[in-house]
Every structure is written in C-alpha cells, then in structure tokens.
C-alpha cells in the first residue's frame, strides 16, 4: 500500500515540475519598441500598425505574405510571414506579429490583427 502512494507521489511531482517547466517556456514577451525586437535572439510578438504607404506583396505560389509595419516610434521593420494575408488585413488598426528578427527581416510564424469595432462609431454618434 505504501509503495502506491509513493509511486502516485513521484507520478504527481513529476506532472507538476513538468507542467511548470512547459508554462516558462511558453512564456512569450510582448514588445512594441521595435529597437528592442531588433536585438532579441529569441521568438518575441511584436505590436504596431501597418506603414500602408508601402503597400505588400504577396505571393500565392510560395504562400509568403511580406509587409512594413511600423512602431508607435515610427520605427519602421518588414514583416516576412509564411503564410497567406489575414482576410481583414486591411482593416486593421493594429498588428500583432509572433515571431524572430533575422537578418534585417522578421520572420512571422503568426499574425493576428486588430480591427475598428463596429460600435465605436455608434458610440462617438451618441455622445
């Protein structure tokens, strides 16, 4: 009877110190200076808005979607995303890309956009 109760103890600490140790990992640091996401070795998001002055490229055959986004800074970096453009791109009022910088570019894993909310104009037309 003992040894089940040490073994299911073992099997407990073993889950817990895991789970921890998968938690740290995935801890993922927000930045949104794009000096400072220029220095960063490991996988970082990103937040800005996209520089529509110069405009995107996207190309269908390889499946890359590569834009310039910029910083509230204005500090302007390319965005490189293997991937297909999000359908509300243009839209958006601001970007968030989970991903590393390398050699001049991010390379984007992720891109998640923020757009307007549809009740924000009803809320400045009532006040």
Avoid: R
Avoid at 30 to 36: A, I, L, M, P, T
Avoid at 57 to 82: H, I, S
Avoid at 88 to 110: L, P, R
Wanted: aromatic share 12%; hydrophobic share 40%; with cysteine.
């Amino acid at each position: 009877m003992n040894k089940k109760y040490l073994l299911g103890g073992i099997v407990v600490v073993l889950f817990l110190g895991m789970t921890m140790f998968l938690f740290m990992q995935s801890g993922m640091q927000y930045e949104s200076d794009f000096s400072k996401v220029m220095t960063k070795s490991k996988a970082i998001k990103a937040t800005g808005h996209w520089v529509k002055e110069k405009s995107y490229d996207q190309n269908l055959q390889d499946k890359t979607f590569t834009f310039v986004m910029a910083d509230e800074k204005g500090t302007e970096m390319k965005v490189n995303f293997k991937g297909v453009m999000p359908n509300n791109f243009e839209m958006a009022s601001s970007i968030v890309v989970t991903g590393k910088y390398e050699n001049g570019v991010f390379h984007a894993s992720d891109i998640l956009t923020k757009c307007p909310s549809k009740y924000q104009d009803q809320k400045s037309a009532n006040s």
